[in-house]
């Protein structure tokens, strides 16, 4: 009997008042029925920390392993080995870092994601977290919660967006669409850094301009946005080195991982003032520790963090669409059929997409 496995965040009280939390325990992607039909068996859980874990414990015979980056079950290279049944791997969203792939291609799994499912749903948060640091929102709204009016304590920090030059790392999906969805706020320039490069036509729709150097690019913005994929060689690309590179006061949105960037470097910097800002969505262990860094820094004058838990591609829009295509995936595996080119990370022991590296095929 095939045996699924999925690893989903549990929304209690939520759940039941929402039916559309689809990437629920409760809700279980709504996949029960079909795995009743095929008379699989399909284990839900939210426990996955540990090896008296639910995860552990059934990873051993799983076929099938479905996950979210938003309560990422980490499936480890010392897992993959315990997982002897183990074939394919699903990612109900967008990122799949949280699954060993060099591991999983050694044991020839295959790992799958609902390409595009929520990228418009990041974009959109990238766009607002970009608002409310320049704009200095959050301590203007506590501010006003707690009672208070003081217009010059906001507006000694608050900006304008127009004007400023605006950079992304990563100018894939999420990427372009947080350039398209800026052009209206007439900024100064809108760059990326990619080593791959947007189509001339695309580039030219949005006006935006590559620069191939790290240093130069982070040297001229007003605002980053981080929209890569976490890898070998984008761990940690932000620290206390290339956060030298940014100007003083820069600030930085970041909705793609939190191991992008290095905690405490971040932290060190909106401490001292030298960036004015850091927001996102993303934490290098999720659930986050309640003593992360990032949960109580704060600027000099107490403000500049607006970070909150991983939600901007689980909108209730965004888990329709990729519960939807985790059905697509599992469906396609029972019955042979050719999966979505775009959805294969990794298949038959290679990377099937470019944006985990530059590699050569073997
Ligand atoms: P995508 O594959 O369409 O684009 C990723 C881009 O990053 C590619 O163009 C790739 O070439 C580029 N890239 C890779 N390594 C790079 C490097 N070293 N330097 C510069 N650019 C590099 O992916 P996408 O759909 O835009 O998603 C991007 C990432 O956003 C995902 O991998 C995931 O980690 C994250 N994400 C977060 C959420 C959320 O809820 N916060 C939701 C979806 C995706």
Known sequence: MVKVLAILYDGGEHAVQQPKLLGTTENSLGLKPY????????????????????????????????TTPFHPGYLTADLIKTAKNLKLCITAGVGSDHIDLNAANERKISVLEVTGSNVVSVAEHVVM???????????????????????????????????????????????????????????????????????????????????????????????????????????????????????????????????LCVAEDVAAALESGHIAGYAGDVWAQQPAPSDHPWRSMRGPHGNGNGMVAHYSGTTLDAQQRYAAGTKKILDNWRTGSAQTPSDIIVTDGEYATKAYGQREKK
């Open 35 to 66: 795995c009743e039909e095929q008379g699989w068996e399909y284990v839900v859980t939210s426990s996955k920390e540990g090896k008296d874990s639910e995860f552990q414990k059934h990873i051993k015979e799983a076929d099938v392993l479905i």
């Open 129 to 259: 977290s970009i608002l409310l640091l320049v704009r200095n929102f959050v301590p203007a709204h506590e501010q006003i919660m707690a009672g208070d009016w003081n217009v010059a304590a906001i507006a000694k920090d608050a900006y304008d967006l127009e004007a400023k030059v605006i950079g992304t790392l990563g100018a894939g999906r999420i990427g372009y669409r947080v350039l398209q969805r800026l052009v209206p706020f007439e900024p100064k320039e809108l760059l990326y850094y990619d080593y791959q490069s947007l189509p001339a036509d695309a580039e030219k729709a949005v006006n935006a301009r590559r620069v191939e150097d790290l240093k130069e690019f982070l040297g001229q913005l007003d605002v980053l946005t981080i929209n890569c994929p976490l890898h070998e060689t984008t761990r940690g690309i932000i620290n206390k080195e290339t956060l030298s590179y940014l100007k003083k006061g820069a600030w930085i949105v970041n909705t793609a991982r939190g191991a």
